[in-house]
T-cell receptor, first 116, second 119 residues
Framework: AQSVTQPDIHITVSEGASLELRCNYS??????LFWYVQSPGQGLQLLLK??????LVQGIKGFEAEFKRSQSSFNLRKPSVHWSDAAEYFC??????????????FGKGTKLSVKP | GAVVSQHPSRVICKSGTSVKIECRSL??????MFWYRQFPKKSLMLMAT?????????EQGVEKDKFLINHASLTLSTLTVTSAHPEDSSFYIC???????????????FGPGTRLTVL
């Protein structure tokens, strides 16, 4: 069965420090992979996505993620965190139906807190 | 582009009443819309997939008679929580997936969510 695991429930980093949020997935075929960010009481904003090609993908707000098939991982990184990055981050996997995306399976999320 | 709105953003209702939540794609046509439910400190759980002009496909364990979904047009889907009870209190989020010719067809765009509180 498809699943997404985000091992870290809550991470606290200092402003200006680097960040890596972990995501592991279980999927039988080539997945579509996504990272979304959710601010309190808000919907989800797409940070970046991976469908194929270059395994290092760049997203908005200075985020990037690397797809590692051998490790079934899609970790999110940012070299220097800003206080405004404090939010909940969700990794998701979607089915690849020949170019059309099916429904998404979400991880449980990682809450990021940023210390001044 | 690719903006999805939800209305209302918050609703409080009495137990036993019905509540309708609207999800609109503002600048693209969405052939498929999804409805998710998010519990506090939990992930999003897919409730149903809605295709324009056809019946919604519900996930296992979701009561179709309780959560009525209508996708009457390419820009509007509605979720009606019928005879709401306190256990239905949650954060409901919709997403829309563009059809061909619009925004990226391989991405879901999410609405801002609706906070439902049933007293």
């Amino acid at each position: 069965a498809q699943s997404v695991t985000q091992p870290d429930i809550h991470i606290t980093v200092s402003e200006g420090a680097s960040l890596e949020l972990r995501c592991n997935y279980s999927y039988g075929a080539t997945p579509y992979l996504f990272w979304y960010v959710q601010s309190p009481g808000q919907g989800l904003q797409l940070l970046l996505k991976y469908f194929s090609g270059d395994t290092l993908v760049q997203g908005i707000k200075g985020f990037e993620a690397e797809f590692k098939r051998s490790q079934s991982s899609f970790n999110l990184r940012k070299p220097s965190v800003h206080w405004s990055d404090a939010a909940e981050y969700f990794c998701a996997v979607g089915a690849n139906y020949g170019g059309s995306q099916g429904n998404l399976i979400f991880g449980k999320g990682t809450k990021l807190s940023v210390k001044p | 582009g690719a903006v999805v709105s939800q209305h209302p953003s918050r609703v409080i209702c009495k137990s036993g009443t019905s509540v309708k939540i609207e999800c609109r794609s503002l600048d693209f046509q969405a052939t498929t819309m999804f409805w998710y439910r998010q519990f506090p400190k939990k992930s999003l759980m897919l409730m149903a997939t809605s295709n324009e002009g056809s019946k919604a496909t519900y996930e296992q364990g979701v009561e179709k008679d309780k959560f009525l979904i209508n996708h009457a047009s390419l820009t509007l889907s509605t979720l009606t929580v019928t005879s709401a009870h306190p256990e239905d209190s949650s954060f409901y989020i919709c997403s829309a997936q563009p059809g061909a010719g619009g925004a990226s067809t391989d991405t879901q765009y999410f609405g801002p969510g609706t906070r439902l509180t049933v007293l």
